[in-house]
C-alpha cells in the first residue's frame, strides 16, 4: 500500500432527536395527561489507534465519516433510541487537528487510544417533562441539538525509539535490513527510500526497540528541497539519532561536509528534532581494511571534533552491529520515554458540551 502521512477529512456527528407532544389516550381513562417522550441523543465521532494501519492511505479515498442521529421521541413516555457512533482507526501516532483552527483535537498514541472528534447533539424534549401543577396539559416540545461537523487535518508522525539520518545512499536502509526484518529497497543510487520505513531490532528474548529510516536529506531540505521536511516529522518521537557518514572515498561528498550539512539541516528544522541525544555511525567499513577502521574513525571523530559515541559498522558483513544494538539498548534503558512532542499541544478534554 502506498505511504500516504497526511490527509484531510470532515466528520459529522449525529442530530439528537426531536422530542414530541403526545397525550395518554385509553377508554375510560378522563384527561390521561401527557406522555411525549424525549428523542435520542445523536451519535458522537471517535478515533481510535490501531496496531494493523501504518499509513493514511485510505483517507485520501474516504473523506466523509457520520455518525448516526438520535431517534425521535414516542408516545407511551418512551424515549427515542440513541444514534450509533462511528469509530474510525486510524494509525498510532496521527496527530489530529481541526482544519479552520489548527486547534490540535488529539494525539493517538497508544493502542486501542480513543479520542471524540464530534460530539453528538443532545435530544430534544418531550411535553410530559412539561407537565406541573399550573400546566397539566403541554403542547410544547423541543428540537433536538444538531451535532457537531469538523474538518480535520490528520498528520502520521511514527513511533519509533531510533531514527537514522544522513544523506542519500549513506547506508540506512541496509543498516535496517541487517538488524530487523524490515526489507526496504537498497540500491547503489540515491533516493533509493521515497517513505519511511519502521523495523523491530530484537536485542534478547524480552528486549527490542523500533527503528525508523527516513528519506535522505540534502542540502535545503529544512526548505522543502528534495524530498524536504515531508518527513523530518516522522523523528520528532524518536529518543536518539544515529547520524550515518560513509568513508571518505565511497562518499561523493567528504565526510565532514556531509555531517555538516545533515546537522545544519536538522538545526533548522527545530529543537524537536535537534535536541534530541545524536550518534555518530562511520557505515560501509567492509570497503576498508581492517586494521584501519578504528584508525578512520579515530581520524574522522579528530575532524569533526566529536565527543559523544562513535561507531564503525559494516551492514554487508555485519561487523559492529552487535556492539551498536547492545549500545542502543542500554542507552534506551536508562533514557525512559518523553510523552511531551514537541509541536503538540493537547485539546481540553474538560470542554463543557452542554448546550
Request: glycine share 12%; hydrophobic share 35%; with cysteine.
Amino acid at each position: 500500500m502506498k505511504f500516504v502521512d497526511e490527509a484531510n477529512i470532515r466528520v459529522e456527528a449525529g442530530n439528537g432527536g426531536n422530542g414530541i407532544v403526545s397525550f395518554r389516550r385509553e377508554k375510560f381513562v378522563e384527561f390521561g395527561g401527557p406522555n411525549g417522550g424525549d428523542g435520542g441523543d445523536g451519535g458522537h465521532v471517535y478515533a481510535r489507534g490501531d496496531e494493523s494501519l501504518n499509513t493514511l492511505a485510505e483517507f485520501r479515498f474516504e473523506r466523509l465519516y457520520r455518525a448516526k442521529h438520535g431517534e425521535t421521541g414516542r408516545g407511551s413516555n418512551c424515549t427515542g433510541a440513541r444514534g450509533a457512533d462511528c469509530i474510525i482507526d486510524m494509525p498510532v501516532g496521527t496527530v489530529i487537528r481541526d482544519a479552520d483552527t489548527g486547534e490540535v483535537i488529539g494525539d493517538l498514541r497508544e493502542i486501542g487510544q480513543t479520542i471524540m472528534l464530534a460530539h453528538g447533539g443532545w435530544h430534544g424534549i418531550g411535553n410530559a417533562r412539561f407537565k406541573s401543577s399550573t400546566n397539566r396539559a403541554p403542547r410544547q416540545c423541543t428540537p433536538g441539538k444538531p451535532g457537531e461537523h469538523r474538518e480535520l487535518d490528520l498528520e502520521l508522525r511514527l513511533i519509533a525509539d531510533v531514527g537514522l539520518v544522513g544523506l542519500p545512499n549513506a547506508g540506512k536502509s541496509s543498516l535496517i535490513r541487517a538488524v530487523s526484518a524490515a526489507k526496504p529497497k537498497v540500491a547503489d543510487y540515491p533516493f533509493t527510500t521515497l517513505h519511511p520505513n519502521l523495523g523491530v531490532v530484537r536485542v534478547g528474548p524480552a528486549d527490542s526497540f523500533v527503528m525508523v529510516d527516513v528519506p535522505g536529506l540534502i542540502e535545503g531540505a529544512a526548505d522543502g528541497v528534495g524530498l524536504g521536511t515531508q518527513f523530518l516529522r516522522h523523528l520528532m518521537r524518536t529518543r536518539l539519532l544515529l547520524h550515518l557518514v560513509e568513508p571518505e572515498h565511497a562518499a561523493s561528498t567528504p565526510p565532514d561536509e556531509a555531517f555538516a550539512q545533515i546537522t545544519q539541516e536538522i538545526d533548522r528544522f527545530g529543537d524537536s528534532v535537534a535536541g534530541k541525544p545524536r550518534w555518530l555511525v562511520l557505515t560501509k567499513a567492509d570497503l576498508l581494511p581492517a586494521d584501519e577502521v578504528q584508525e578512520t574513525l579515530d581520524a574522522l571523530v579528530a575532524q569533526l571534533e566529536w565527543t559523544g559515541p562513535a561507531f564503525a559498522v559494516s551492514s554487508e558483513r555485519k561487523d559492529g552491529l552487535d556492539d551498536l544494538v547492545h549500545a542502543i539498548s542500554a542507552h534506551l534503558a536508562e533514557s525512559p520515554s518523553d510523552d511531551s512532542d514537541a509541536g503538540v499541544e493537547e485539546a481540553d478534554d474538560d470542554e463543557d458540551w452542554v448546550t
